[in-house]
Structure formats: C-alpha cells, structure tokens
C-alpha cells in the first residue's frame, strides 16, 4: 500500500504545484492592473478563501510532507512506519570516521613494468603506487606476515578484530582463500559459510595482452560460529585437470561463486562466472550440493536470457524467490531477472537496470522494503569509486545516490579503499547493520589479494533532499565507514 500513498500525494503535490503556479501568476497580473479584482478560489460551496490561505495551507502541507519523507516503510508488513535513525547505538563508534595520511614517495630505484605503463609523463598517484609491487608503500596496501589476523593465537586485545588489507588465517593457520565470494548462513546447522575463488596458484599473463590470472583450482568454503574464526572445509567444487571442453578445465575462468539454500529442493545451489581465459564465453555456471559443505555437482553452463554475462551475484528475497543480477553488452550495463523455482535456471523475464553507466561487481541487499545494491566501476584490477543505487522493486527502476565510502582520505573513497565489492552481509538483531565484504585485488600475485570487510550502515540523512521536482521516494544514506581495526558490537550475538 506504501507505493499507493507515493502516487496519491505525488499527483496532490502536482495539483498543488500548479495551484502554486496560478498564484503567481495572478500576483503578476494585480501588479500589471492594480484595478484588477484579487484572485479568489472555491474552496466550497458557498465559501471563498484568499490566496494567502491557500499558500500557508501549501506550506503546511509541504512541512508534512518533509516529515514524511524522513520516515520509512518497515518493509511493506502491515504499513506501520518508522523514522530513520541517523546512528545505531550500538554501531556509534563505528560511525566515527577514521582519516588517513599518506605522502607518495620520491621514486627510488626501479619500477615495474606495470607502474611503468601506466602513463608515466603524468605525476605518480596513490593508484600507481598500489600497482606498483616494487612501491615503498606496498606495506601500506599489502601488511606483510608479521601483521597476519590469526584468530588461534590472538594476542587478547585484537581478539575478534577486523583489519582490512592484512592477511587473515584460518583456523589451521593459512591464509584464507575465498575471493569474489559471498557468505551463506545455514539454519539447520546454525553455521556461516564462506565461499569464494581459491586462487592458491601463481598469477601469469595468458599472452601479452591478457588480465593477471590464476589457473582454476576451484570454490574454497570455510565455516564460523562468530564470523571471524573460519575452519577450512575444503575445495568444495574442483577443477577440471585433463578434459579441456569443460568449463572447469583449470586454463579457463571461475570467478564471484555464490550459494543459496533452496527449501523447496533441500539442495545448495551455486551460481558462477564462467569463462575462457580470455574472457570472451562470458557464460554463467550451476551446481547443487546436498550439504553447505559439497561436494558440489557441476550441471552446465549458459549465457543467461542470452546475453553475455560477467561479474555476477545471486540474491535470494524474502518470500524465497531468488534472481541474478550480472554485468552484460561488455559491461555496458546489468540485467536482473528471477531464477526458477528449484533455482538452476533463468526465467524468460528480465530487466536492463543501469544502462551505459559500466557497473559491475554487483553486491545486492535489503532493508525495510527497500533494495539497495553496491557496484563498481570496470578498470579491471585497478580499484576505483563504488556507487550506491536503491529501488522500490528489485526489477527497477535504480537510482544511483552515489559514492557510499567515508572515512580514510579523497583516494581512499574513490577507490573504495583500494579493494572491490562483492557481497554486502546484513547483521541480525541490528537494524540497518551490514558487513560490506570486498577484495583488495593483488594482481601481481593475485593468491596473495586481501579481504575488506567493513561496516557498513543503512540510515541517517537522505542521500538526496527532498528536491522541487517533488520526486519519490527519498532514500536512506547508505555508508561504508573505514577503519584500520574494527569489532563487531558486544551486544551482537553472532547466531540467529
């Protein structure tokens, strides 16, 4: 009923409007012929009112309505609203933005050949430097061993801290390989999933022309109580080591696997990119599991509705429909579209969201009725500026609001921290709280990227105010605060 009160105060404020527009008028013709009989209207029958009632009864209205737009629908159950709040209480200190200096160094002694390229009559950049493996700051971007997040031999004060950019172990003691990924919180075992691309391998250029890469060794999966203790379950879908047709063979691509639970079926599903190490089969890949844990059964691969299809994620609604969101016409725009019901295929339905605006790495949430999705731009591995986009339905149409990082410094934001989205994860038990999860590409040794994870907040201030063109709906400010080192809050329990 929410999108019916929208439409039914956006055409009163159109009648309004040109109420408003009568009114002037009328002012300017009294000035033009003092002699003129003042402007009346009919308000009912039998009565008149002036022109200035009419303007402060505008004006009233107009005062309800900012109001109005400083609250939200609690996701369309039962109508009631709330206001938005601009903190959390317990996610305050997280709000508290974290700045970050850092000078670029004179050059000294070699660069990369990487660096080099990179258009070196203009002055050397923060992005250079990131790019650079022979960089002085490479210790900025890349914490060597010394500095690893090792959560069986935690030193007391950072147990249960995130540092984004450092290396993180597992429980065994090795550096975490689920890149691209996304987290599945499974409710009969009460446990969270983690999985993503196990680069494990050592980066090279297919030809001289070609993207760093890794040959496919397969999806990682890792499990945690409190989601920052994380056991390794293994290689949960292999790659292929002999037969060269299949997509799986370990020369070709496997990138951003995803998976959801399907009731209906009782089987795990995983999507993923497919592709041809140089990138042009640009195809989607299924396989089921009976268990969060594998193995996974590789089905097939596709070109969703037909259309090419790269950087992509799944997303499952709350009345357990699910739908692909993924980077198409060369990344030119993204395609949405509901999966079937046993969630192994597309359905014919889909819809072209952000056209010409080249988005990918599409990370797609929810809160109080509203879809919210963060994207990035298409430099390859270079980091740049996340967008944030909000719709009312998840088929369209999105509106862009804008660059949701704060915190750190003016590069740090337009590079989304040097790292790139891949999955936004929300908090139970905390409104409006999520875990923005993105990787901090190394593409000289890509096994050897890092995780960004943040918090990652849902309220406050409308990104765009309330404009004259009296446009609908006014969304909530979606923020990505940087820390150095950050904690989930106390008052969170982890389990739903």
């Known amino acids: 009923m929410g999108w019916l009160v929208a439409i039914g105060i956006k055409r009163l404020l159109f009648v309004n409007c040109s109420i408003i527009m009568e009114l002037k008028r009328g002012e300017k013709m009294t000035m033009r012929n003092k002699y003129r009989k003042p402007t009346t209207f009919h308000c009912n029958a039998g009565s008149r009112c002036s022109p200035s009632a009419v303007v402060w009864s505008l004006v009233g209205f107009l005062l309800f309505l900012h109001l109005y737009s400083l609250v939200s629908h609690n996701g369309g159950?039962?109508?009631?609203?709330?206001?938005?709040?601009?903190?959390?209480?317990?996610?305050?200190?997280?709000?508290?933005?974290?700045?970050?200096?850092?000078?670029?160094?004179?050059?000294?002694?070699?660069?990369?050949?990487?660096?080099?390229?990179?258009?070196?009559?203009?002055?050397?950049?923060?992005?250079d430097e990131f790019l650079d493996e022979n960089s002085q700051l490479r210790h900025v971007f890349f914490p060597d061993m010394k500095t690893a997040i090792d959560p069986m031999n935690d030193s007391?004060?950072?147990?249960?801290?995130?540092?984004?950019?450092?290396?993180?172990?597992?429980?065994?003691?090795?550096?975490?390989?689920?890149?691209?990924?996304?987290?599945?919180?499974?409710?009969?075992s009460r446990t969270y999933y983690w999985y993503g691309?196990?680069?494990?391998?050592?980066?090279?250029?297919?030809?001289?022309?070609?993207?760093?890469?890794?040959?496919?060794?397969?999806?990682?999966?890792?499990?945690?109580?409190?989601?920052?203790?994380?056991?390794?379950?293994?290689?949960?879908?292999?790659a292929e080591e002999a037969n060269e047709t299949c997509d799986l063979h370990k020369s070709n691509v496997l990138e951003r696997p995803k998976v959801i639970y399907n009731e209906k079926t009782g089987k795990y599903v995983m999507w993923m990119h497919i592709d041809d190490g140089n990138y042009t089969k640009a195809a989607?890949?299924?396989?089921?599991?009976?268990?969060?844990?594998?193995?996974?059964?590789?089905?097939?691969?596709?070109?969703?509705?037909?259309?090419?299809?790269?950087?992509?994620?799944?997303?499952?609604?709350d009345d357990g429909v699910a739908y692909i969101i993924y980077s198409s016409e060369d990344n030119s725009e993204l395609h949405i579209g509901p999966l079937t019901e046993d969630y192994l295929d597309v359905t014919h339905v889909v819809r072209r969201i952000l056209i010409g605006q080249h988005r990918e790495a599409p990370a797609l949430f929810k809160y109080q009725g509203t879809y919210y999705m963060i994207t990035s731009g298409c430099t390859g591995w270079a980091p740049n500026e996340a967008l944030a986009h909000a719709a009312e339905s998840i088929m369209g149409p999105w509106e862009t609001m804008g660059n949701p990082c704060i915190g750190g410094?003016?590069?740090?934001?337009?590079?989304?921290?040097?790292a790139q989205g891949t999955y936004v994860f929300p908090l139970s038990g905390l409104p409006g709280s999520f875990i923005f999860i993105a990787d901090r590409w190394n593409p000289a040794d890509l096994r050897d990227s890092r995780y960004v994870w943040l918090p990652l907040i849902v309220g406050g201030p409308a990104d765009r105010p309330l404009d004259y063109d009296f446009g609908f709906p006014v969304w909530s400010r979606v923020s990505i605060y940087w820390h150095r080192k950050w904690r989930l809050p106390s008052g969170w329990r982890g389990l739903k």
């Open 197 to 238: 691309e196990y680069k494990d391998g050592p980066t090279y250029h297919a030809h001289k022309k070609g993207a760093a890469r890794v040959d496919i060794i397969g999806v990682g999966c890792y499990s945690s109580k409190d989601l920052w203790a994380w056991k390794n379950e293994g290689i949960v879908l292999e």
């Open 77 to 127: 159950k039962g109508g009631d609203v709330q206001l938005h709040t601009s903190h959390h209480t317990l996610f305050r200190e997280l709000e508290e933005v974290e700045e970050e200096t850092i000078q670029i160094p004179p050059p000294k002694g070699k660069r990369s050949p990487r660096a080099a390229k990179r258009r070196p009559k203009r002055s050397t950049t923060l992005i």
């Open 284 to 317: 989607v890949g299924i396989a089921i599991s009976d268990y969060p844990t594998g193995p996974f059964s590789y089905l097939h691969s596709k070109r969703p509705h037909g259309f090419d299809s790269r950087d992509m994620t799944i997303f499952k609604d």
């Open 409 to 418: 410094n003016k590069m740090f934001r337009q590079t989304t921290f040097f």
């Open 156 to 188: 007391g004060n950072d147990s249960l801290n995130y540092f984004p950019g450092r290396i993180w172990f597992d429980t065994e003691g090795n550096p975490i390989q689920a890149h691209g990924g996304g987290i599945l919180y499974d409710e009969s």
